[in-house]
């Protein structure tokens, strides 16, 4: 693989990394593959995309989706975009016996904030909870959720929670 193309790959295994809970911490450990139909990489526009049954797995992580766009700005990556119908994040926490899961039309990772944006169809599940929305905002710094319905709001677009009892 080329030098650069893995820099960036191990680039969208750390974007992935931050979430609603710590992944496994041995899965950094782990050998990372993306697969795709294609790549392609422009060093003048810092874009890197990958099209076609994008597949990334490192450990107990798997992201998918049909494109996933890496933007770098000054030499670090400075957006990471994944998108499908849907698009989907799954990841094992350290100590937790179910894996968390997470799936919109689009997924936004925000390295350089550390914060991650779920849009259209916005669904994250963990321990049998589940949060849905059209927008979900994690700032994993801050530790806050955000989540908004669409415009609209008719009963199928307001937020919703569902929690399971301890």
Known sequence: M???????????????????AMPLSTDKDQPMTIEADS????????????????DVRQGSM?????????????????????TGRPATYRQRPDGKEQDVTAEAHELQVYPQQDRIRLR???????DGSLFTG???EYDNRNDIIRAKGS???EAGDRVRMTIQPD
């Open 2 to 20: 080329n030098p650069r193309l893995y820099r960036y790959a191990t680039a969208v295994l750390l974007l992935f990394s931050a979430g609603p």
């Open 39 to 54: 790549v392609e990489s422009d060093d003048s526009t810092g874009l890197i995309i990958y099209r076609g049954n994008v």
């Open 62 to 82: 798997r992201v998918t989706g049909d494109t996933l766009v890496i933007e770098r700005k000054d030499g670090k990556t400075d957006i990471v975009t994944v």
């Open 120 to 126: 259209k169809a916005a669904r994250i599940e963990q």
């Open 134 to 136: 059209s927008v979900i």
């Open 151 to 153: 415009s609209g709001n």
